[in-house]
């Protein structure tokens, strides 16, 4: 089954990209894979301090992911599944399309506050034409009802 390779951040954007992912994996009986990156600077501290803000971290990022995978299994019957991991976001994504071969799309959401698209689509788009897989990066204005329209 190919999957749609998602970003779970705490961005604006995150949500037409989540959005996007969905409808387009209903649409073609595919799945959704939804990736949430830790960075490294949040556990530099003593072991046992970083150990507990690495747990806090998964358990605000599980209760997040559930929100999205309730929504889309309700509303479009298409049960994401959740990977986290640890560094730097755009290594972490490489790492994970190539851990994955049934990743066949990941789908990002531009930032709408400015002209900057954001730096993961920045870094990512740099980075595009040695990928193994396309990216979409879905407008973090568009509406909902558009979004569903190119969906």
Request: aromatic share 4%; charged share 25%.
């Amino acid at each position: 089954m190919r999957k749609f390779l998602v970003v779970l951040d705490d961005t604006k954007e995150c949500l037409n990209a989540m959005r996007f992912a969905t409808l387009r994996a209903a649409h073609t009986g595919g799945g959704v894979q939804v990736i949430s990156i830790i960075p490294p600077e949040e556990f530099q501290h003593w072991m046992g301090v970083a150990d507990i803000m690495r747990q806090e971290a998964r358990d605000r990022i599980e209760a997040h992911f559930e929100v999205f995978a309730k929504w889309m299994r309700d509303k479009h019957g298409v049960d994401p599944e959740l990977v986290i991991r640890e560094g730097e976001p755009v290594t972490e994504i490489l790492a994970q399309v190539k851990a994955d071969p049934e990743i066949g799309i990941l789908v990002l959401g531009a930032g709408a506050e400015s002209a900057d698209p954001g730096p993961l689509v920045t870094q990512m788009s740099r980075s595009s034409g040695s990928l193994p897989i396309p990216i979409t990066i879905v407008p973090g204005g568009m509406s909902k009802e558009r979004l569903e329209e190119v969906a």
